[in-house]
């Protein structure tokens, strides 16, 4: 798991518009491996972000098994679509956000506190990784009782995604969804590829088709249900100074959708990473679609 | 704890009749040896299944103290009667189910999730091992506080096991409880006798008499309050093919009760288990007493 | 964490005056140290008394970061008064407890459980420690959302404290609180001493002003909102017998504040301890400012 706290600033927002935000996480594990050299295991996430009364629940759970590369999950899964590579790749700072970058559309992924009511919720999801490649599928059945049809969408999710690396300079990234959250017809696709110019700097570029239905707990200032999502493109790179500490990483984001509080079709930001060598020090300021500047600056450690 | 996953059919089940179980069990312990050889301690467990939202609650706690082969436990108790080691000794497959030869009484055990607003109540429960022989006792009071009777009964629940292992060859079990779930005269006896005729193979036997109140926690499809559960005659065994690791296991149960949606007197089952050397692939097809087919397939693994 | 259960009878309880009490706290830890020295941390608390239906949450979260002596804690962060070395120096026997020596009035500390509706709080404090000297700062916004001004006071609450140990016998502490659970005005203070007389036995006096709001959870038999809290003096002591494993403590305190059900202005309690090497049983027989009497006998045990 990891800790996390700090000061983010947003525009406008209603309240205090600087507030401190602190997240833990803790995966809770519990493996074994058979005599045929098969793992079995279970995982559980107990997780508190600032704003919550109390680490109010756990996660619902996954078991999964691993052998030679294969991964087949059953439960609480990660998908296919939230997993491919490069889907976040232009998250800037301490807190790991990107205001332009990443999708706007809905599609599942792992749940880390609450179902919320969708408790007939099930997934299995399959993956494969050999040298370079990693291959990953999924499926979500939002009630698969047939009888609690509750939220989202009553649609069956499935999604796919490619991750390749040719020559460790080159990471080319594919992923497609259909029936994002359950919804017929919120199809969404990515494809994403970053080259590494230099030693240390590296310059992407992604491309994604958001599909017709926002998940809005993601995208609390954006778009709404019914309105247009676009596509987004982001051009996006990072340089290591020459300390090998400091990562600056920056990003220019277009949208063509249009929703009610949309100003501008681009987005921006610029971030720093500094390395403490098992934490880091980071910041970012950021320009979203609605022309409101957000800043973060704050520390993050894994363990 | 453990994990297990697969699917489970039963016929008739409003909705799907075939759907995905997972249960991921964790125990939580805390423990202490002092300087004159005495355990202490705590454990609190994290359990989710299929169908939960989340990990909605730890289960309530107990605290144990343990000293040659004697263990005295206070709070959310094992109890004596659910702890007999034959009792649940017909339960078939991965899943460990048994529609025909377990219990159909209600009584106490250790609470995984939560109390349900029962929460004045207190166990205090004593186990002591000698060789091949386990005696327990528990006692459970469902309000402690004289002012909180909201569930079940208020009796006071009062229970005993024994058991005994004759020349590695023979098992004997034995269990009483008085005012089980705290229901004034709901009182319930199991005997329950089983035999390695070779080594690879055992035949057991079990009695029970269920009193009068059933869990219907336990048996959704059954007996309702009120009705006559009768007591309960289970044959039972299992025999390991010749290459160590197959394990196949059936039983045959007769029940002389009266119910609503009951339709025959008999119940059997027969299951599989494989060893994986730390999990066990397990199948299971088994008749219930309305005569309602069930199968599953599945995987446990502990660890 | 620790585990403790047994028994506490308390006069003129409603319902059962003797009730069996136990608790489980178990405190998650997750941290790294980074290459320079650095140690950054978070930690969250699952706890189970007696009286709970579950282990119903686990606590708001806080991260940390230590170096040389000094800690910085943001979240849901112990602070300053309740840390304060000696506040709760007159407690007696396993459960801790003290019906007349310990603090009246309402101040923030951890959160156990839950902020219970007061979910934008949030602290940051700051410790330092060097050789026998120890400071502490904290502040608590109850709500730094600026929306979310639901429970106690809206003020923010500041503290110090300040421990020093001169040449292992002499303990001095010393602690301000302002506006105490956010209410203004609700400003304390504590000082406190103790000294080694002899190697086996100490004595101290302790001195609280404790302000004009009481925290009833704290206190459920005091006195409520609006009454006079008054000032309290305990005088305390402790003696170790010649075994080196039996310790007798009292204390006799003397508070001259006025409420509806006070009838006299002297508490006092005596308590014993008997270390068993890792855990320790303990009791206590103790009388409050209602003139009703308490006691306890269990053990607790610490891991």
Known sequence: ?????GVIYVEDRAGNESQIATRVRLNIDGSVSTDQGVDFGARVRLQWDQGDDALESGSPAYVYVTSNGLTVSVGNVSTAYDDAGLLYATELGAFDRSVGGNSLG???AFESKS???????????????????????????????GLNEVAYGTDEEFGISVDYTWNERLEL????????LGFDGNDQFFVGARYAVLDNARIGLNYIDNGDFVDTAQNPNGPVAG???????????????????????????????????????NAFGIGVNYDLGGARLGASLQRNYDEKVTADLGVRFDF
Chains 1, 2, 3 share one sequence.
Do not use: C, H, M
């Not at 919320?116 to 059945?141: H, P």
């Not at 596509?231 to 920056?250: K, S």
């Open 1 to 5: 798991g990891y800790g996390r706290t």
């Open 106 to 108: 809905g599609f599942y």
């Open 115 to 145: 179902y919320g009511g969708e408790n007939d919720r099930v997934g299995v999801a399959v993956s494969y990784s050999v040298d370079d490649l990693t291959v990953r599928a999924s499926y979500i059945d939002p009630d698969q009782s």
């Open 173 to 180: 990234s594919a992923a497609y969804v259909q029936s994002g």
């Open 227 to 265: 309105q247009d999502l676009g596509n987004t493109v982001a051009l996006y790179g990072d340089y290591t100074l020459a300390d090998g500490l400091t990562n600056i990483e920056a990003y220019i984001a277009n949208n063509d959708g249009d929703w009610a509080s949309k100003e501008t079709d």
